[in-house]
Every structure is written in structure tokens, then in C-alpha cells.
């Protein structure tokens, strides 16, 4: 497990002085009185601007981070989280105010989104919010959900069935009081043959959507909202296969969940070579304990996550987490975008 002190020592890591953690939680704050909610469009357009204002030595190891393009993840330690202001963890995300009490620790997020590219939704996740909230919900105890908690979160791409799917992901934590860990894991190809390697990149598998784009984990929609869920359908009934490996041959990127993937019985080569691949990230997979205030970034085609599970209270003070999508490209996803200012994919 990566432990606060192995973590301070390592390059995936960067700690915020008290002072910079101070002047981001400032500059949050501030900006969260001058814009109206998440989906502010002056809000979204400001964001490169002041995601300049961040701490410096944050957005160089960011920078780094994307552009050598390598590690599957990175963490940015030590920010302020004002906990009586937050207030307790929700029992469910439908019905919440927006913009809460967090709404600084959303916009925080969302500046560091900007740093990486742009951030952008779905319309068939959480009601179509933007900034999505990470915590137990009692009725998806045993769920394949970030809102489960008393089974694993197995491992996975996010969005890993869909074409337009994040570049990074961003967890931010409001609280952690149990140590729940992250699993995430990278990809050693060097442990896997060359005839699955080849394998791996050709066409052969499948992938359906998640449970969390599913309607029955949405709020109760009407006949003509049905429509947002439709092209999520579209990737149940059309089993066109996908690879789980692209890019260079040499060091590849990901995409795959097991959990949602089908691969026909009497394929015994490609059954053989995603046994193999399982079979290195699980090697690999490591547990990472966001505390309070840390902010992890994943890079969704270099590297897997999902969650250990955990006995949730529902008392106020389980894990929260803040979670939104970024694209590096936002406009190859226009044909499934109702306006070119629309962050909903769906």
C-alpha cells in the first residue's frame, strides 16, 4: 500500500506547502462567489485563466505528468478542506443542492481539469452533473458502482465500452476518515508473449456499458428523456468487437473492464491472451489511500482503478469523493454533444 510517508519520498507524488494549500483553497473560494454553479458557461471558459493562479510547482508536475505521457497516475497531496463547511457525507447524490456547500472543492477540481485539457460529463451519469460525487449509498452496497462499498470495485478503464471515454479521471477527496484504498495498476508488456501482445491489439473483445450509465441509476426519467439513454443501448445491442491494446506496439495503452467484457467462448486465443493480461495487472495492482485533501489523476489509458471493499456507517462521515472526466479533445465527441458548448456526451 502506498503509505503517506512512502509517498512523500516518491516522483508520482507532490506535496503542497501549507501556504500553497491555503492560496488554492482561497482562490476557490473566491471563485465559487463570483460564479453561479458548475455548468456556468463563464465559468468554463474562465477556467484556463485561473487555473493559472494555481500553485506553481502543482501545475509544472501536472504538465510533466501529461506531456511524457508514461505513468498511469499521480497524486497532488495536502489541500485544505474546510470539513464544517462541507458539512456530512450525503445518503445519495439525487436531490442535493446545486451548488452545495463544496461547490469550492468542485471548481478546485475543475481548475486542475483545465490543466490536463477539458472536463466534460455525461448525460446518462448522475443526472448529467458535470462534477459527480463518490460515496455509499446504501442500495448499491453490493453494486459494480463507485457508490458500492461492501464488494470490490473490480478494476477498469473508465468508460471503457465508449469511443469518446476520458483521457484522465480526478478523484478528490473530502474526507477519507477509514482509509479506504484505490486500487490502480499499469500495464508491464513486457511480461506478456509476443503472440498475445498481437493478440491483444486485434479486434476480439467486447465491451458493454457500466451499471452507472443504466437508467434505474439515474433519477426516474419521462418518455422524452428516454432519448439521453439511447445511444448507451446502442453499445449493449451492438457487439462490435474492440481491441484492449492500441497505440505503439512497443508501449501500449489500455482499455478494458473486465467485469462488462465479453469474449466468445470458442475464441480460445484471444480467452487465453486476456487471461494473461488480467492476469499481469492484477500483478501489478497496487492500494493507495487518498486522505483528506489529496487529489489523484488517472491517466485513463495508462493505467486501471477501482476500489477495495469497505464496511460504510451512512452516518455522515463515510469516504466522499469528488470525481470528474477530462478529454484532451473535446471536439471529437461533437456528434453526441447537443451544442458545441454542451460538456454532456450523450
Known sequence: MLTSSSAEASDEVVILTPAEAEAAAELATSLAQRYSSIDDE?????????????????????????LADRRGFCIVKGHVMDVARIGPTPAD????????????????LLLYAALLGEPFGWATQQDGQLVH???????????????GSKEPLTWHTEDAFHP??????????????????????????SALSPEDLDLLFQERFRIVPDESHRPRNNSP??????RRFANIERFVTDHRPVAVLFGSPTDPYLRLDPYFMEIPEEDLD?????????????????????EQGDFLFVNNHRAVHGRVPFTARYDGTDRWFKRVNVTAD????????????SRLIG
Open 42 to 66: 463563464d465559468l468554463l471558459c474562465d477556467l484556463p485563466f485561473h487555473a493559472s493562479k494555481l500553485p506553481l510547482r502543482a501545475q509544472r508536475f501536472l504538465r510533466r505528468f501529461a
Open 164 to 189: 469518446y471515454r476520458g483521457d484522465y479521471l480526478i478523484l478528490g477527496s473530502l474526507r477519507n476518515p477509514d482509509r479506504v484504498a484505490t486500487t490502480v495498476a499499469e500495464l508491464d508488456v
Open 133 to 147: 460525487n463518490t460515496f455509499p449509498i446504501k442500495e448499491h452496497e453490493y453494486e459494480q458502482l463507485g457508490s
Open 270 to 290: 484471444a480467452n487465453r491472451a486476456f487471461r494473461a493480461l488480467v492476469e499481469v495487472i492484477d500483478r501489478n495492482l497496487r492500494n493507495i489511500v487518498l
Open 330 to 341: 473535446l471536439r471529437k465527441s461533437r456528434d453526441m454533444r447537443a451544442t458545441a458548448a
Open 93 to 108: 447524490w439525487r436531490g442535493l443542492a446545486r451548488p452545495g456547500p463544496e461547490f469550492p472543492e468542485e471548481i478546485l
Open 221 to 226: 426519467v419521462c418518455a422524452s428523456d428516454r
